[in-house]
């Protein structure tokens, strides 16, 4: 009863900070998409594959989550865009004060998009708001077609699945029509994407999609 308790506790006070940092991003006239997959999906290859397709068109800012290492962010500062590391040191997920701390470091950059790529989870990272606009959960065809089953928490909390690698799918047992019908199972709500950062495919939807959603904001 304990560890409810404290675990209550603790997710009231991140929703708190959440809507702290979703009136900020308000007030800035900010769009923010909060990214999730389990490690290995290519969520940082499709963020990289975002910014060559929008450069120029959205203003473009990144909070990297990660366990350990700035691999990542050194990936996407070669992109020429502001970007801030958020090293967990284990902890499997970002917190909305974490965020808003990242966030006051690039807060004037003038950026009219801001990613944050969430730790390589699709349990934890599920249950804490950071006060983003749309949770994006990403999904690799060589995870098989079952995951939104096995993890239906993060599909029934996102807003919109990228199913990635699909140029693999000759290569792997997945069924793409069964795939996608499993997570429409678990969220009858859930936009779908389908991209190939190998072959761009898929990419240029993506990226509609987001420049409709920043100008729109």
């Known amino acids: 009863m304990s560890i409810i308790t404290i675990e209550r506790k603790v997710l009231e006070k991140n929703d708190q900070v959440a809507e702290q940092n979703r009136e900020i991003f308000r007030n800035k006239k900010i769009f923010v998409i909060n990214m999730l997959s389990s490690p290995g999906s290519g969520k940082t290859s499709i963020i990289e594959k975002t910014i060559e397709m929008l ?3 959205v203003k473009i800012a990144v909070i990297e989550g990660d366990v350990q290492t700035d691999l990542d962010a050194q990936r996407i500062s070669k992109l020429n865009i502001p970007v801030i590391q958020i090293v967990t040191n284990g902890a499997c997920h970002l917190e ?7 966030f006051d470091k690039i807060q004037n950059t003038g950026s009219d998009l801001l990613i944050i790529e969430n730790v390589g989870n ?3 990272p599920a249950a804490y708001d950071l006060g983003e606009n749309e949770k994006v959960v990403i999904l690799s ?4 077609d079952d995951k939104p089953l096995k993890y239906p928490a993060m599909f029934r909390k996102s807003d919109y699945l990228i199913i990635n690698k699909i140029d693999l799918i000759p290569y792997t047992n997945c069924r793409l029509d ?4 499993n997570a429409l199972k678990i969220n009858p709500k859930l936009h779908i994407f389908e991209t190939s950062c190998t072959t761009s495919e898929g990419i240029e939807e993506w990226c509609c999609w987001l420049i409709n959603k920043v100008s729109s904001h």
């Open 178 to 181: 069964t795939l996608k019908s």
């Open 141 to 144: 065809v060589t995870e098989g």
């Open 122 to 124: 699709l349990v934890c």
């Open 96 to 102: 909305a004060n974490l965020v808003r701390d990242a």
């Open 55 to 57: 450069t120029g068109k």
